[in-house]
């Protein structure tokens, strides 16, 4: 779950449901789906995606980084 291609994979298929959900409103609105841009938004699979994204980040951060004053900055720009 700390893998790095792991969370470039899952930051992909985000902007693949994102750019879907955005540019291509026919499918939203496809009749066994029937979603604003709101409720798309709002829907489980993107709120599942975040939730893995963000755990990939925080468990890579913390077993790839150390802990040390010299990746202070990079700390900072993670912990943002």
């Given amino acids: ?3 790095v291609w792991l969370g470039i994979t899952l930051a ?3 902007f693949l449901y994102c750019s879907i959900g ?3 409103p ?3 609105q496809h009749p066994l789906l029937e979603m604003t841009e ?3 938004f709002h ?3 993107f709120n599942l995606l975040i939730l ?3 755990t990939t980040l925080i468990l890579a951060t913390v077993r790839r980084i150390p802990f040390r004053s010299v990746n202070a900055g990079v700390w900072m720009i993670h912990a943002g």
């Fill in 1 to 3: 779950m700390s893998s």
């Fill in 12 to 14: 992909a298929l985000l």
């Fill in 22 to 24: 955005s540019a291509v």
């Fill in 26 to 28: 026919t499918i939203r």
């Fill in 38 to 40: 709101f409720e798309w």
């Fill in 43 to 45: 829907w489980w699979p």
């Fill in 52 to 54: 893995l994204l963000c």
